[in-house]
């Protein structure tokens, strides 16, 4: 928490994100932070409405924060159980501060990704001019940045050789990837964000992950070729298991 009395924390999709927010949610964590006061923000989506299995938000959604049981939508709303689905309420983080790329009015109103991308910019903007966060080099600086890595070295919704480096606007639209799945069109973040964001955590999971983490710490440096290079920097942490690590040692 610093002197605006709140934190910023973005954070992404892919298979990792379930397993911290569960983690997050319960034990010392549930209690220990002041979570009215954490404002979670998204690097990237899936162009998904927000219940949809795809989306990015749906995982913070049921396993960190858990809105139905605390809204009494199933059950009392007073046990924080949710009955019809048995989750246990997560973390008291307010709806209001979780901050989702409109995908689902977007696709409502039959429009595109870069719709959706100019508004979260928007909402980004108006967070910056009420002082609530920081822009540095002419970048939006959360907190603190968590992110998983693709087997293509992607981050982000940022694949390798893509267009995004060179774009002037904090968010964007993104084509689908024809290389990797899911082959769905998306929302990202500018990479340059992950520059300017102080703290960041990458968790990468799986064999899966082996060659691309091994990449990432290779002697070749090019983020543009291999994008997770952008989180190889001072202030970031990595969390491997044992499948992912092995070639970097």
Known sequence: MDRRGRANWATTGGSTAPGLYRRLAEGPHRESVPWHAVHVWFGDDRFVPRDHPLSNVLPVDQGLVAFGAYAGQSGSGESGIDIATGIEAGVMIPIENVHAFPTGEAIGEAREPSWAAARYE?????AVAAGELEVVDGWPAFDMFFLGIGTDGHVLSVFPGSPAWDAAAWAMGVEAPTHVEPHVRRVTLHP???????????????????????????????????????????GATWLLDDAAAPLTR
């Open 122 to 126: 928007a909402e980004l903007r108006a």
């Open 192 to 234: 340059e964000t992950l520059r300017v964001t102080p703290r960041l955590l990458v968790v990468a999971t799986g064999d899966s992950k082996a060659e691309p983490v091994a990449r990432v710490f290779g002697d070749r440096v090019d983020a543009r070729a291999l994008p997770a290079q952008t989180a190889r920097r001072s």
